[in-house]
């Protein structure tokens, strides 16, 4: 029986063979086998990343839009007296349990007699169109292809929904932390015109999700701002495995789009990735950088959201109906998303959530109901499996 460890260290050989290989040409020269560089732990090195841009990184004195952070708040006490009326047990939810299982108060299981879902009336919440939702499917397409270890580990694009959304991708390397467990690939679309950075989410959810922690730190780009603590300890971490070949790749093919996405953890990533590809790249604006996460957790608080939003981009971050992650860390510990909502009661559908931060009419209307399982499919794609 061959053992992981000796899988893992005959992929890293071979990651490490095709690096020094390839230091001997110019940068961009095509791998002449299937599989591509792999960067890990052991074989990254060290980049020296471009200069902060300092007229990008500006605090904002005016936020475009305030946000709420008491929205969750609101609708947990109504929400919460409205079940308690309906003869449901508070208790449940106030204190952890095992059934249903609740973090920060939230549910991971929704009790059968939870309120129902209804959807404000408002002219800033429009449904999706056909076209929306074949994108939205189309990037969370590419977030679940991450969970593949043939696309991540091995460095191969041979995976069914790789082939089906993206079959003249050509994967440029692709990177996994072993400490953080970020893991993810650049990839290349020519039909498309488009530069792909897409990152994994977490492989333990369950236990990612149960052992959540809320510890911010200071984002250094931005005055006042704040982040959760290990998403950008885990961001610094990998960004040095990527961010070379992916800033060849612009460079080699200005007019293609740069799209970033992620699932989970692998959302966070990929905002923090934008929003570092934004402050560093000149050419990089909102022409042609574009992110869409799916089941994303809060990155920073009310000062960061207001940043991201000033910055123009364009930035979708999708909710299916109850998903639990997207409300953690919980805005009562001063966690605010930025970005359009897209609240998916379906995976066929969905509802557009304007403006650009979150507010209390879309998913933040169902809390503390929320539900884990909710968090494995977008737009009718298993994340988490290799498909």
Same mark, same amino acid.
Request: hydrophobic share 55%; aromatic share 10%; charged share 15%.
């Given at each position: 029986m061959v053992s992981f460890t000796s899988i893992t260290?005959?992929? &890293?050989?071979?990651? !490490?063979?095709?690096?020094s290989v390839s230091?001997? &040409? /110019?940068?961009?020269?095509?791998? %002449? $086998?299937? &599989?591509? /560089?792999?960067v890990d732990d052991s074989n990254f090195v060290k980049f020296d990343f471009p200069p902060i841009i300092t007229t990008r990184t500006a605090p904002v004195k005016q936020p475009l839009f305030l946000g709420d952070l008491n929205a969750e708040v609101e609708s947990i006490e109504l929400n919460k007296n409205w079940y308690v009326k309906h003869n449901g047990n508070a208790t449940l939810i106030d204190k952890r349990a095992t059934d249903p299982? $609740?973090?920060?108060?939230l549910t991971m299981v929704v009790p059968a007699n939870?309120?129902?879902?209804? $959807?404000a009336a408002s002219t800033a919440i429009v449904a999706a169109t056909s076209a929306q939702i074949t994108e939205f499917r189309h990037h969370a397409a590419l977030s679940a292809t991450t969970y593949c270890d043939s696309v991540v580990m091995s460095g191969l694009w041979t995976c069914t929904n790789c082939k089906k959304y993206v079959p003249d991708g050509k994967l440029i390397v692709t990177f996994n932390s072993a400490i953080r467990e970020i893991g993810g690939y650049v990839l290349r679309s020519d039909n498309k015109? %488009? !530069?792909y950075l897409v990152f994994r989410g977490s492989h333990n959810?369950?236990?990612?999700?149960?052992n959540f922690d809320f510890i911010k730190t200071s984002y250094t780009p931005v005055s006042g701002a704040t982040v959760h603590g290990g998403f950008y300890k &885990?961001?610094?971490e990998v960004s040095s495995y990527f961010y070379a070949k992916l800033l060849a790749q612009h460079k080699a093919y200005p007019g293609y789009k740069v799209v970033v996405t992620g699932h989970s953890l692998g959302g966070a990533q990929a905002l923090l990735a934008t929003m570092d590809l934004y402050q560093r790249i000149a050419t990089l604006n909102t022409s042609n950088l574009k992110l869409y996460s799916h089941g994303a957790p809060r990155v920073g608080n009310d000062q960061f959201a207001y940043y991201v939003d000033y910055t123009g981009l364009t930035i979708y971050r999708t909710v299916f109906d109850r998903d639990i992650v997207p409300h953690l860390p919980p805005q009562a510990f001063g966690f605010l998303h930025p970005g359009v909502e897209v609240w998916a009661r379906t995976g066929t559908s969905a509802k557009i959530c304007n403006p650009n931060i979150e507010t209390k009419k879309c998913s933040n209307s169902i809390v503390p109901f929320t539900s884990f399982e909710d968090h494995r499919t977008?737009? %009718?794609m298993e994340q988490g499996a290799c498909i």
């Open positions: 260290q005959g992929v &890293a050989l071979v990651a !490490i063979m095709m690096l230091n001997a &040409a /110019p940068l961009l020269e095509e791998v %002449t $086998t299937d &599989a591509v /560089p792999h299982e $609740t973090v920060a108060g939870a309120p129902p879902v209804v $959807t015109k %488009t !530069i959810w369950k236990n990612w999700v149960v &885990a961001y610094k977008y737009f %009718t």
